[in-house]
């Protein structure tokens, strides 16, 4: 039977699984093989990257406790794939308050956070002085919170207005108490891609200039991939070898981050023929492939709940990704695009979720140290989830549980292997 099953690979498959199992890096090439990879072939990559996996990381299953705050959705880049910006006329443009924001702070602090994640649009009335006032406000109240904002497009802006030189500007941020930088603002490191997706956002040059200088002075970053629209798996594999070429020289990102293309709402897809979104076997095939050709020098490999839902994020985690991402509370960029997987996934749902795929649950900060390891359930805190009421389906007389007799329920059983 086992030989049954492996002659029924490709040979090309095998020889590249073969090598990046065996610790041999793989090439731009090899990704691409992998990236067209289905039936059998497709499997054994699946099985591959979890191996790989679990000899980078083991079988834990971090996630971060955090909330997301965008402080505006005005913005005049003009994204083909934004569903979230508007212009500054319209009825839903909003920018946040410094009471507004330091709300969103408590909430998330009362829930357990450890982060906030801080985003917005390219306002045109904002500038290196707005991003440096959001910082010193916050952690004036918060000192403790670690703030991962401004993606590269947010950075190019507030440089170009700030007339400092890129790396004095970036400290100058770090120095009011930025933590990290989300890697966003990536989408396809091709200005072939971009100049379709975006023409007026950020080159990839200038993307990877402002990565490298914040790494340089150890302000580290996320990197992120989006897929699922108008790319060809080489421009993926191009992508993924310019990031592995950058951590092999900065050692500054914390980790990777596939994001599939959401369609419903944008003009990428209804107006200019991008595909609608990847389907599950590229979702997978994206997850595997990024931990191969990665390792090792990109180990913690995230999945994006929020844009494939917990159950194919569940797959994803048994096909080499180990990081199930941010509770993030608040959610407005890929629910404006049409995402329909919700805002907020609470810690105590994850848990549950992890130890669904016999793995352990390990609550972790920004840059993945360990905070939390939850091997044993009844070590689990209480929920500081707000109380919500559950509305009850079914006969009017059971709906207030007067009628519901109380039963004595078998006490699960959960395994870790």
């Not at 199992?21 to 099985?47: F, M, N, Y």
């Not at 410094?98 to 969103?104: G, N």
């Not at 490191?189 to 993307?207: A, C, E, H, Y």
């Not at 390792?295 to 929020?306: D, E, G, K, L």
Request: include cysteine.
């Amino acid at each position: 039977m086992l030989e049954r099953l492996s002659a029924s690979l490709t040979p090309e498959v095998g020889t590249v699984l073969d090598a990046a199992l065996s610790g041999r890096e793989i090439s731009t090439a090899d990704a691409v093989t992998l990236l067209k990879t289905d039936g059998p072939d497709l499997h054994a990559l699946l099985q591959a990257a979890d191996l790989a996996r679990y000899e980078d990381v083991g079988d834990d299953i971090t996630y971060v406790v955090c909330r997301n705050i965008n402080f505006t959705n005005v913005c005049y880049v003009g994204c083909s794939f934004c569903g979230f910006a508007r212009h500054a006329d319209e009825a839903d443009a909003y920018d946040r308050t410094d009471e507004e924001m330091l709300a969103k702070c408590a909430d998330a602090v009362a829930r357990g956070a450890t982060e906030v994640c801080i985003q917005g649009g390219i306002h045109p009335q904002r500038d290196h002085n707005h991003y440096h006032h959001i910082l010193k406000t916050i952690k004036a109240v918060y000192p403790d919170l670690h703030i991962h904002a401004f993606s590269p497009e947010e950075m190019d802006h507030g440089h170009k207005k700030s007339g400092m030189p890129l790396t004095e500007y970036l400290q100058w941020l770090v120095d009011a108490g930025l933590g990290t930088m989300p890697g966003t603002a990536a989408e396809i490191l091709d200005d072939d891609v971009r100049n379709v997706l975006s023409p007026n956002k950020l080159k990839t040059d200038r993307w990877v200039e402002i990565v490298r200088a914040a790494h340089s002075i150890g302000l580290r970053s996320t990197s992120t991939l989006m897929y699922g629209h108008i790319e060809s798996p080489q421009h993926i594999a191009n992508h993924l070898d310019l990031l592995r070429g950058i951590q092999k020289d900065t050692g500054g990102f914390t980790e990777f981050v596939p994001l599939g293309f959401i369609h419903e709402k944008n003009t990428l897809y209804n107006f200019m023929g991008a595909r609608a979104g990847a389907t599950t076997n590229e979702d997978l095939r994206m997850v595997a492939v990024s931990r191969l050709f990665l390792r090792p020098w990109i180990t913690n490999i995230q999945v994006s709940w929020v844009k494939m839902g917990i159950k194919l994020g569940q797959r994803a985690l048994c096909s080499g990704a180990n990081d199930f991402g941010g509770t993030l509370m608040e959610e407005s960029i890929s629910r404006e695009s049409g995402s329909d997987h919700g805002e907020n996934t609470p810690a105590e749902d994850f848990r549950r979720y992890v130890r669904e795929i016999d793995r352990t649950p390990v609550e972790r900060s920004t840059v993945y140290k360990v905070l939390r390891r939850f091997k044993d359930p009844s070590d689990d805190p209480p929920s500081l989830e707000p109380q919500t009421r559950v509305d009850i389906a079914g006969p009017e007389r059971f709906r207030d549980g007067s009628r519901v007799r109380e039963v004595n329920l078998p006490t699960p059983v959960l395994t870790n292997h």
